[in-house]
């Protein structure tokens, strides 16, 4: 059974800093690539960053410049450094792992940036 366990939320003041961190278990196919999106309260899931096995990446324009993904493929984990938080950076933030043919999820891990 596939787990990705989530973690590194909280609660920072604006202009502060959180590491995210999401460690996939049970995984027995190649990942193709992984990524971080958030759903702030009453808007739709949105994507941050992702990163794919060959280590392109892509960022939203709203973080580009505060916000880095990295994996340790060893580990199959993946983070979000974030700086220079912002309130409206509020949200639940979601990692997602791909394989083929699957989408993985975490069960998400909230960060609160209070101005």
């Known amino acids: 059974q596939v787990q990705l366990v989530e973690s590194g939320g909280g609660l920072v003041q604006d202009g502060g800093s959180l590491r995210l961190s999401c460690a996939a278990y049970?995984?027995?196919?190649?990942?193709?690539?992984m990524g971080w999106y958030r759903q702030g309260p009453g808007k739709q899931r949105e994507l941050v960053a992702t990163?794919?096995?060959?280590?392109?990446?892509n960022y939203a324009d709203s973080v580009k410049g505060r916000f880095t993904i990295s994996t340790d493929n060893a580990k199959n984990t993946v983070y979000l450094q974030m700086n220079s938080l912002k309130p409206e950076d509020t949200a639940v933030y979601y990692c997602?792992?791909?394989?083929?043919?699957?989408?993985?999820w975490g069960r998400g891990t909230q960060v609160t940036v209070s101005s």
């Open positions: 997602k792992i791909r394989v083929p043919t699957y989408d993985y």
């Open positions: 990163i794919t096995s060959g280590g392109n990446t």
């Open positions: 049970g995984l027995i196919f190649s990942i193709n690539n």
